[in-house]
């Protein structure tokens, strides 16, 4: 069962300047999230702090203590070069179970193999991760994800520059894996998908702009707002000042 997620108070950043100023919300169990905003505004912080990957500068995170977490970093972020087959990329997702230096077994070889087919790569496993194309990788990339079988996944814009047919199959994945129980967030920034696929959406802008259903969020008004926003910005200015610590906003309260 995944678990209630609390941000308290949260101000995320790098070198003293704050990425995310003071957000505070609450990301209920088996929820699918979409996280949009301009470039600059704090989304994929957010996403590495819930993964545990960036430290806050101020308050806290809630639920996740104890808790297995998958996440998918950006492609940019991966060595395409590094010598390694599908089916080695695919696996390491089984890592929770066998370690670094573990044997598969016959039964989890299998499960690999399934894995690929279900994202459409059948076939595939032999062959080196240099050797596919963006969208192949994203595939092999979400199989493994699939494998990690962690109650809370967050993925940083998994759908970006992929081909139409792609996106509709890995898209296809998220309701499933919210039927079983487990919280997905996902920056994106194709509003159609998030309409399309996303019950709930976090709008950021270095800081909260709103969250709730995705018909309340993606709103002309609150829009224009996260444009205003952003662009107010400082990137030079201080880390603001300590604020009180304010009461978790639940979805459609983000006003």
């Known amino acids: 069962m995944s678990p209630r997620i609390i941000l308290d108070n949260l101000t995320l950043g790098y070198d003293g300047h704050p990425a995310v100023h003071h957000l505070s919300l609450a990301i209920e169990p088996g929820a699918l999230v979409a996280i949009v905003g301009p470039n600059g505004a704090g989304k994929s912080t957010l996403i590495k702090a819930l993964a545990g990957l960036a430290r806050p500068l101020q308050g806290r995170i809630d639920g996740l203590d104890g808790v297995r977490v998958a996440y998918m970093p950006q492609q940019s972020a991966l060595e395409r070069g590094f010598p390694v087959t599908v089916f080695e990329l695919v696996a390491m997702g089984l890592w929770h179970e066998v370690g670094a230096l573990g044997r598969f077994s016959r039964a989890q070889r299998q499960r690999c193999h399934d894995a690929l087919a279900q994202v459409g790569l059948a076939g595939f496993a032999g ?63 194709d509003m159609a998908q998030v309409r399309a696929a996303f ?30 926003m952003h662009e107010a910005f400082d990137d030079d200015a201080p880390t603001c000042a300590q604020g009180a610590a304010s009461a978790a906003v639940a979805p459609g309260q983000g006003e």
């Open 127 to 189: 062959r080196g991760i240099d050797t596919l194309s963006g969208g192949q990788l994203q595939r092999a990339l979400f199989a493994r994800l699939m494998l990690q079988d962690a109650p809370v996944l967050l993925l940083d814009e998994p759908f970006a520059a992929m081909d139409a047919r792609t996106c509709d199959d890995l898209l296809a994945l998220l309701p499933r894996w919210q039927r079983q129980g487990k919280t997905v967030l996902a920056v994106l920034h």
């Open 199 to 228: 019950p709930h959406t976090l709008m950021l802008a270095r800081e909260l702009v709103a969250y709730g259903p995705t018909p309340a969020v993606l709103t002309p008004a609150h829009l224009a707002r996260m444009r205003a």
